[in-house]
């Protein structure tokens, strides 16, 4: 019985693989808003029906790897070793995954989505929607470790900052490919923006701009100085 349940579970995972490869050929032949949920299903060899069983939108079927992916933050918070942090937990699989950047076969995946974003309204808020949504899965998931009542605006505020690190990550990555860049320094650039990210995040923002402050420009220090009376002046009155 549960060599036969492993063998379903194999075969659904293939068929969503094979789903979200072949979608993703054509998105990238096509374009997007070019390629039908229709066209997929045939050029699959399955029904429509089957592809909306693992993919609810066509939306989805693009994104699958990102909600995966953040799934597994998730999985990765919920399930950590005793003593170690939600940070810890969470920062693993997002370093994990770059060393994978250093391949000019996943700047290549990643310059083509990003192509494909950029160019289509509908994809750039669907994955507004996705890292709203998973921010907010985070933020119940913390709040309820805490003992908390959902709404709580420090298990929000914690999955928020988590997310957007790497969301900016996620950005910082797909704009240096697009600009042209590859290979080892790529990764090593996009790990460095990671430890830094997540280690503002480690040491709290208590002393973040305490010493540097806002930037004043000598136009703005002049301006507000206009009208008073300089030190010099009140000393020699």
């Known amino acids: 019985m549960a060599a036969e349940a492993g063998l379903r579970e194999r ?12 979608a993703r050929r054509l998105f990238a032949d096509r374009g997007f808003d070019a390629v039908t949920v ?6 699959a060899n399955v029904s429509e029906v089957t592809v909306f069983n693992y993919f ?9 790897g ?7 933050l998730l999985e990765a918070v919920r399930e950590r070793a005793p003593g170690e942090s939600v940070l810890e937990a969470f920062r693993r ?11 000019d076969e996943a700047a290549q995946v990643i310059a083509a989505a990003g192509n494909l974003i950029s160019a289509s309204p509908a994809l750039e808020a669907h994955e507004r929607e996705i890292v709203a949504r998973y921010t907010r899965l985070l933020a119940d998931q913390l709040a309820k470790e805490a003992g908390a009542k959902p709404g709580d ?12 690190v ?11 490919i697009l600009a042209g860049r590859r290979g080892p320094k790529l990764m090593s650039d996009a790990r460095s923006q990671a430890m830094r990210g997540f280690g503002r995040l480690e040491k709290g923002l208590a002393d973040y701009g305490r010493t540097s402050g806002p930037v004043v420009s000598l136009k703005t220090r002049t301006k507000s100085h206009i009208g008073r ?6 000393r020699n009155s």
């Open 11 to 22: 075969k659904k995972q293939q068929t969503r693989e094979l789903i979200a490869d072949t």
């Open 38 to 43: 229709a066209q997929v299903a045939r050029t």
């Open 56 to 64: 609810p939108t066509k939306e989805d079927l693009f994104y699958g």
């Open 66 to 72: 990102m909600n995966f992916f953040e799934e597994r």
């Open 93 to 103: 699989p997002v370093l994990e995954g770059v060393p994978r950047l250093a391949s």
């Open 153 to 164: 605006v420090e298990a929000i505020g914690v999955a928020s900052a988590l997310m957007g």
């Open 166 to 176: 790497q969301r900016a990550l996620v950005g910082y990555v797909r704009n240096s």
């Open 229 to 234: 009376p300089s030190n010099r002046s009140i």
